[in-house]
């Protein structure tokens, strides 16, 4: 297998999707055939859904909660934080998932692209109120209200026909510019990604783009895999532990 080099001159930034929470039993919605309780899937993760059925809505996300709950964080998820104590601020870590593995596991300079399973936030835009940890398995037929205003709460999750926070994308553009202004090494790895989401999909481009160099770790080849220089084909929980050399 090859081995990815980490030294004092890289900066890494690393992008997981679905595949590496599903290794620590996390349901994915392509593992649910895209349907729950016989509904599209868009049906309990869209502005629409939620509008039209809020009850349906929250008992999904309160079942997700307590299924995220009893499952662990994997030997992926540990060889990325490992990295991370190793590279310090020349590390971030974006993701797709929800389920807070990363965090919980040790990562602390990490990017939750889709938001986080277990913080709520008032569906009011005009609320003052800031999205806020919530763990609460709501019983079904509950609906929470925010305190501040009475509107509903809903998930801190970015729903489909929603668009990603500016920021989430400035921060990671914005490590991907400093590596390249510090004369350093700039690796992106992808790991559990189909590779068909945008704009996550597209990281690989612009690193490429700006000379960095790019690794694809996936059981099976992603939608983009093709853009990658390097592929090592396998299980993220499996593979990560024996890809990274730190020197």
């Given at each position: 297998?090859?081995?990815?080099?980490?030294?004092?001159?890289?900066?890494?930034?690393?992008?997981?999707?679905?595949?590496?929470?599903?290794?620590?039993?996390?349901?994915?919605?392509?593992?649910?055939?895209?349907?729950?309780?016989?509904?599209?899937?868009?049906?309990?993760?869209?502005?629409?859904?939620?509008?039209?059925?809020?009850?349906?809505?929250?008992?999904?996300?309160?079942?997700?909660?307590?299924?995220?709950?009893?499952?662990?964080?994997?030997?992926?998820?540990?060889?990325?934080?490992?990295?991370?104590?190793?590279?310090?601020?020349?590390?971030?870590?974006?993701?797709?998932?929800?389920?807070?593995?990363?965090?919980?596991?040790?990562?602390?300079?990490?990017?939750?692209?889709?938001?986080?399973?277990f913080t709520s936030r008032c569906s009011n835009p005009d609320c003052t109120r800031?999205?806020?940890?919530?763990?609460?398995?709501?019983?079904?037929?509950?609906?929470?209200?925010?305190?501040?205003?009475?509107?509903?709460?809903?998930?801190?999750?970015?729903?489909?026909?929603?668009?990603?926070?500016?920021?989430?994308?400035?921060?990671?553009?914005?490590?991907?510019?400093?590596?390249?202004?510090?004369?350093?090494?700039?690796?992106?790895?992808?790991?559990?990604?189909?590779?068909?989401?945008?704009?996550?999909?597209?990281?690989?481009?612009?690193?490429?783009?700006?000379?960095?160099?790019?690794?694809?770790?996936?059981?099976?080849?992603?939608?983009?895999?093709?853009?990658?220089?390097?592929?090592?084909?396998?299980?993220?929980?499996?593979v990560l532990p024996k890809l990274g050399r730190l020197v």
């Amino acid at each position: 297998m090859e081995t990815l080099l980490l030294d004092s001159n890289t900066w890494l930034l690393v992008l997981t999707g679905a595949g590496v929470s599903a290794e620590s039993g996390v349901p994915t919605f392509r593992g649910m055939n895209g349907l729950w309780e016989d509904q599209p899937v868009t049906e309990v993760a869209s502005p629409q859904g939620f509008a039209k059925d809020p009850l349906r809505v929250w008992r999904f996300y309160s079942q997700r909660r307590a299924g995220a709950a009893d499952v662990s964080p994997n030997p992926g998820h540990d060889a990325l934080v490992a990295w991370e104590r190793h590279l310090g601020d020349r590390f971030l870590l974006a993701t797709q998932n929800v389920d807070g593995l990363h965090r919980r596991a040790g990562s602390q300079r990490v990017v939750e692209m889709h938001g986080n399973l277990f913080t709520s936030r008032c569906s009011n835009p005009d609320c003052t109120r800031a999205p806020f940890p919530d763990t609460t398995v709501y019983a079904s037929g509950t609906v929470p209200g925010c305190k501040e205003c009475g509107a509903l709460l809903r998930p801190h999750i970015v729903w489909f026909g929603e668009h990603l926070d500016p920021d989430d994308l400035t921060r990671i553009e914005s490590f991907a510019v400093k590596a390249v202004r510090s004369g350093g090494r700039l690796v992106f790895l992808a790991a559990g990604t189909s590779g068909a989401v945008y704009p996550a999909a597209g990281m690989v481009d612009n690193v490429r783009a700006a000379g960095g160099e790019t690794w694809l770790v996936n059981l099976d080849a992603s939608e983009n895999a093709s853009s990658f220089e390097h592929f090592v084909q396998g299980k993220s929980g499996e593979v990560l532990p024996k890809l990274g050399r730190l020197v």
